[in-house]
C-alpha cells in the first residue's frame, strides 16, 4: 500500500535528478561532451550504464509478466545476450571506442558515405523513437500499477521530467544518474527477493521450485520443442547482432581507452549473468500469492505485468516501495536516453551540421542539441500514449517482435560492415530496403494456420503462434539480407576510390589503439569522482535516514543495507577525489597529468 511516505521519497527523488542535470551541466561544453561525455569517462561508469541500459523498468513489468506465465524461460533472453557480450568483450568493444567519433551515425557515413548516412537517418530516427516511447510504456505500467491510477497520464508527467535532466547535464547527468540507481536497484531487488522468499506462502527456495507452475521448467508444456528452438534462435541472434553491430557503440564511445572499453563489458557481462535469477524470484512467486492479478489490477491491459509490482507491495516496508518506484525511474532515464541522446546526436550530427548549417560554430551547435533534445522528448511521449492505448500483445512480445520485424533489416549492415568492408557504399541502402519488402511481405501474408497444416500440427497455442511469427519474421528478412549484402562485394571493385578510400582509412583507425595524451582525451576522474562521490553520500544519507519511519525492526534493516551500501559507495568515491586532488597539486607545473585509468592495452 502506498503510504505518505512513499509519496515524500519521490518527490525527493525529483528533485534529486533535477540536482544531478544541473551539477553536470558545466561538463557539457561541446556537443562530444553532450552527447558522449568528451570520451572521457572510467569503465566503471560507463559499464553501469550499460547494464542499467540492458534490463531498465522492462524487466520489472514486461520480463515479469513473461516469467509469471511462463517461467524460467525467460532466461534463454538474457543468457543469449551473454554470449553477445562476450563477443563484445573479445572483439567489438576496442573497435567501437577506436572509431573516434561523437555519433554512431558519424561512423555509418565513414562506411557507406553521406548518402547512406541521410537514407539511415530518415529511418533510423522515427525508429529510435519508438522504442524510447515502448521503454517510457514500461515504466508507465508499474507505476500505474503501484498507484492505480490511468497510464497516460503518468506517461506525460515521466517523459517530462526524464527529457528536463536530459536536457540539462546531457550524457554526464544521464551516467551519473544510472550509476547511483545501479546501487538503489540492485539493493531493493535483493530485500524484494529475500523477503520474498521468507513469506509464509513461498517458504524458502526450494519450496518455491516445488510448487510453481510445472510449465515454468517443463517448456514443452509451453510450446513444441521446434518452436522452442526457433525462438531460441532468434534471440541468440538478437543478443549478437544488438550488442555487435555499430549502433551499440554509443557507450563505448564514452570510454576513455581501449582498456577501460574493454573493462565496462565486465559489469553488464557479470550483471546479465547473476541479475536475472534475483529478479525473477518475486514473479514467480507471484504464480503462488497472486493467482488472479486480472482481478488485482484491472486497469492494465496486460494483467501480468504487474507481477513484480504485486510482490512488492506485499513484502516492503513503509517507504521502501518509494524507493523503488525511484530506482524504476532512474532506469527509464537510460530507457529515454537511447531515443533523446543518441536521436538528437543523429538528427544535429547527420543533418543539421552537414546538410542545414555546415559552419555552425559549437556554441550553437550546442544549443540546437539541447533544443533537439526536448522536441524529442514531446515526441516520444507522445508515442508511449499511443502505444497503450492501442497495443493488444504484452511488452516482451511487442518489444520482441518490433526488434526482429522493423530492426532486422537494418541492423544487419551496421553489423557486418563493422567487420567486412569490401562491399560498394550501396550496399547497407539496398539491404535495408529489401529486408523491409520481405518484412512487410511476411507480416502481411503470413498465416500460422498455413504452417501448422504444412508441418501436420493441431492448432497453435498463443505462446506458440507468437514465437512462430517471430521466428519466420526474423529468419525470412536476417537471411536473405545477409545474403544480399555479401553478395554486393562482387562490385566493390568496381567502387570509386573516395569509398576504398575512406572505408581503409576507418578500418585502420579501429586497428589503431586510442593515445589519451597525443589524442588529447581530458581527464575528468577528479571532478567525475568528487561529483559522483558527493551524489552517493546525499542520496544514501537520505536513504539512511528513513530508518526513522515506523517499522519493525525488519523493515528499519531495510533502509540500513540500501543505504549504507550507496554511503560507502560515496565514501570510496570521495576518498579517491581527495587523492587525486593532492597528486595534481604535487605534479610540477607544466607536467601533463595522465589519467590513471587511460593507458592502452
Request: glycine residues 8%; aromatic residues 12%.
Amino acid at each position: 500500500m502506498i503510504t505518505p511516505y512513499d509519496e515524500a521519497i519521490i518527490a525527493f527523488y525529483f528533485v534529486f535528478v533535477l540536482t544531478v542535470g544541473l551539477l553536470f551541466k558545466r561538463l557539457s561544453k561541446s556537443t562530444s561532451d553532450y552527447f558522449r561525455a568528451g570520451g572521457a569517462m572510467p569503465w566503471w561508469i560507463t559499464g553501469t550504464s550499460a547494464w542499467i541500459a540492458g534490463f531498465s523498468a522492462w524487466t520489472f513489468t514486461g520480463a515479469a509478466g513473461k516469467v509469471y506465465e511462463t517461467g524460467s524461460l525467460v532466461l534463454v533472453l538474457y543468457y543469449a545476450n551473454v554470449l553477445g557480450l562476450a563477443m563484445v568483450y573479445l572483439y567489438t568493444c576496442t573497435r567501437f571506442r577506436r572509431l573516434r567519433v561523437v555519433t554512431w551515425m558519424e561512423a555509418v557515413r565513414a562506411r557507406y558515405g553521406k548518402d547512406t548516412e541521410q537514407f539511415y537517418t530518415w529511418i533510423k530516427l522515427p525508429l529510435l523513437l519508438l522504442f524510447s516511447g515502448v521503454g517510457l510504456n514500461a515504466i508507465g505500467v508499474f507505476i500505474s500499477s503501484v498507484f492505480h491510477v490511468q497510464i497516460q497520464p503518468v506517461l506525460v508527467i515521466l517523459g517530462v521530467a526524464v527529457t528536463i535532466v536530459a536536457v540539462t547535464g546531457g550524457a554526464f547527468a544521464v551516467l551519473a544518474s544510472d550509476f547511483v540507481q545501479m546501487f538503489l536497484v540492485m539493493t531493493i531487488t535483493l530485500v524484494v527477493a529475500y523477503l520474498t522468499l521468507h513469506l509464509p506462502q513461498v517458504g524458502g527456495i526450494e519450496n518455491l521450485l516445488r510448487h510453481v507452475p510445472s510449465r515454468h521448467f517443463h517448456w514443452t508444456e509451453i510450446a513444441r520443442p521446434e518452436l522452442l528452438t526457433l525462438w531460441g534462435l532468434v534471440m541468440i541472434w538478437n543478443g549478437l547482432a544488438a550488442g555487435n553491430n555499430v549502433e551499440n557503440a554509443t557507450m563505448y564511445l564514452m570510454a576513455k581507452s581501449d582498456r577501460d572499453a574493454k573493462r565496462m563489458v565486465l559489469i553488464p557481462l557479470i550483471g546479465s549473468i547473476a541479475g536475472p535469477l534475483i529478479w525473477f524470484i518475486p514473479s514467480m512467486a507471484a504464480t503462488i500469492v497472486h493467482p488472479n492479478l486480472a482481478a488485482e489490477f484491472p486497469l492494465l491491459k496486460s494483467p501480468h505485468e504487474a507481477a513484480f509490482v504485486a510482490m512488492c507491495m506485499d513484502v516492503l516496508p513503509k517507504g521502501l516501495i518509494g524507493l523503488l518506484i525511484c530506482a524504476m525511474l532512474g532506469a527509464t532515464l537510460t530507457s529515454m536516453d537511447a531515443g533523446l541522446n543518441k536521436g538528437a546526436g543523429v538528427f544535429v550530427r547527420s543533418f543539421y551540421l552537414p546538410v542545414l548549417n555546415p559552419a555552425c560554430p559549437e556554441k550553437k551547435l550546442l544549443l540546437v542539441s539541447k533544443t533537439t533534445t526536448l522536441v524529442f522528448g514531446a515526441i516520444i511521449v507522445f508515442f508511449a500514449v499511443e502505444f497503450s492505448r492501442f497495443r493488444t500483445m504484452g511488452l516482451f512480445d511487442t518489444t520482441n517482435l518490433l526488434a526482429a520485424c522493423l530492426g532486422g533489416p537494418m541492423i544487419v549492415p551496421l553489423l557486418w560492415g563493422m567487420f567486412f568492408k569490401k562491399t560498394p557504399a550501396w550496399s547497407a541502402a539496398t539491404t535495408t530496403v529489401i529486408g523491409f519488402i520481405i518484412s512487410l511481405t511476411v507480416y502481411f501474408t503470413f498465416d500460422p494456420v498455413w504452417f501448422q497444416h504444412l508441418c501436420g500440427w493441431g492448432t497453435l497455442n498463443k505462446d506458440e503462434v507468437t514465437f512462430l511469427q517471430l521466428g519466420v519474421s526474423a529468419f525470412a528478412t536476417i537471411v536473405p539480407c545477409s545474403l544480399w549484402f555479401f553478395l554486393t562485394s562482387r562490385w566493390y571493385d568496381k567502387s570509386p576510390a573516395e569509398h576504398k578510400d575512406r572505408v581503409d582509412e576507418l578500418f585502420t583507425r579501429m586497428d589503431t589503439p586510442v593515445n589519451v595524451t597525443s589524442e588529447g582525451v581530458q581527464n575528468l576522474d577528479h571532478a567525475i569522482y568528487g561529483l559522483l562521490g558527493g551524489l552517493c553520500l546525499a542520496f544514501g544519507g537520505f536513504i539512511l535516514l528513513l530508518t526513522a519511519i515506523p517499522n519493525n525492526l525488519t523493515g528499519r534493516l531495510c533502509f540500513v543495507f540500501c543505504g549504507g551500501v550507496v554511503v560507502i559507495a560515496g565514501t570510496i568515491l570521495t576518498s579517491i577525489s581527495r587523492k587525486l586532488a593532492v597528486a595534481a597539486a604535487a605534479r610540477p607545473v607544466g607536467v601533463a597529468e595522465i589519467a590513471p585509468t587511460g593507458s592502452t592495452v
